[in-house]
């Protein structure tokens, strides 16, 4: 993975400024930057962000989480909003559908006080189809309806639960994305005032865990993909699909399924499909922390399961080391 470097733009710098913003959508508001005016004094897996108001960025996170990733995301459901057009639906991401965001990671001021920082975090999250070439509106979480991107912030204890408004312009989306963003909103007299603006570099897709699987339930084909994640160091858990390795930690390697783990034996479970007699087997691989597999199992009981199928890009645990 590409080591990221983080540049924070003064404010004054960043007033002078005019970065747009971008995000995908069906109501485009303008063409975007393109991604070499985006990444003038940036190498890509670059970003660089400035935060004005009550709450200002001073400098890169220097801690040992990730301080940025570009990645498949859920986009999730808000509150109806009080003009009566309503919330968002919920849209599940896949690696190669989206929708996605990113996640920026920054050191925090309150004040001019030098020793009180705090780690502080903005998510850009683009909305279901977002493309490239286009400019698009950005929202707050609450705001935000079906369709639209938002920006969330987090850092000491506040967030972006006010009025404002802002742009997201996409460069490049896929494999790499570049894009930039700003929003303005709140009231400086109230002390809740927000500017928010930065860009981003040809930041490298992190991909999912995911699980692509086939089930015919009485002879009836259900096709189904899923977001995949070790629970803990021997169990690999989808909202549906769950794999229980024997001992302590998951090993690679070619092991019977059953229901219960065992010496050389994988349990397989299904939550919407419980108390079946399950047969199968699962061939796991281990690639550096990636891990995939292939499986086939069969269940009997109250109804009659096949089930074969894959999953890929599933992020190990320091215990798989």
Same mark, same amino acid.
Request: glycine share 14%; net charge negative; with cysteine.
């Given at each position: 993975? !590409? ?6 733009? /003064? ?10 913003? =971008?995000?995908?959508?069906?109501? $485009? ?6 991604? &070499? ?6 190498? /890509? ?9 009550? *709450? ?37 991401? !896949? $690696? ?18 030098? /020793? +009180?920082?705090?780690?502080?975090? *903005? ?59 700003? #929003? ?7 002390? $809740? ?38 629970? $803990? ?9 769950? #794999? +229980? ?6 090993? /690679?390697?070619?092991?019977?399924? =059953? ?24 061939? *796991? ?7 995939? &597999? !292939? #499986?086939? #199992?069969?269940?009997?009981?109250? *109804? ?18």
């Amino acid at each position: 993975m !590409t080591t990221r470097r983080f540049i924070l733009v /003064p404010a004054i710098v960043a007033a002078a400024l005019g970065l747009l913003v =971008a995000c995908g959508g069906d109501e $485009n508001r303008g063409s975007s930057a393109s991604t &070499a005016d985006i990444g003038q004094g940036l190498a /890509p897996g670059e970003f660089e962000i400035d935060i004005v108001g009550r *709450v200002r960025s001073v400098g890169p996170y220097s801690g040992d989480r990730v301080r940025l990733r570009y990645s498949p995301s859920t986009y999730g459901s808000s509150r109806e909003r009080r003009d009566g057009t309503g919330g968002r639906e919920r849209v599940v991401a !896949t $690696n190669d559908e989206g929708p996605y965001s990113l996640m920026m990671r920054m050191d925090l001021q309150r004040g001019d006080e030098e /020793p +009180d920082r705090e780690t502080g975090h *903005v998510t850009i999250q683009l909305p279901p189809g977002a493309r490239a070439g286009q400019t698009y509106p950005l929202e707050t979480f609450a705001r935000a309806r079906h369709g639209e991107a938002f920006v969330q912030f987090g850092g000491y204890g506040q967030s972006l639960n006010i009025g404002g408004s802002g742009t997201i312009s996409i460069a490049e989306i896929g494999e790499r994305l570049s894009l930039q963003f700003e #929003f303005s909103g709140g009231d400086e007299a109230e002390g $809740n005032y927000r500017h928010i603006r930065g860009r981003a570099y040809q930041i490298p897709l992190t991909r999912n865990g995911e699980a692509h699987y086939q089930l015919l339930v009485d002879g009836q084909r259900e096709d189904r993909v899923e977001f995949m994640r070790f629970r $803990n160091d021997w169990s690999i858990q989808g909202p549906e699909l769950s #794999f +229980d390795f024997p001992g302590d930690v998951a090993r /690679p390697g070619t092991f019977q399924l =059953a229901n219960r783990r065992g010496p050389g034996v994988v349990s397989v479970s299904l939550q919407n499909h419980r108390g079946l007699d399950f047969s199968g087997s699962i061939d *796991v691989v281990q690639d550096g922390e990636i891990w995939s &597999a !292939t #499986f086939e #199992f069969e269940g009997e009981g109250d *109804v009659s399961i096949r089930g074969q199928g894959s999953f890929d890009h599933l992020q190990g645990r320091p215990a798989h080391r």
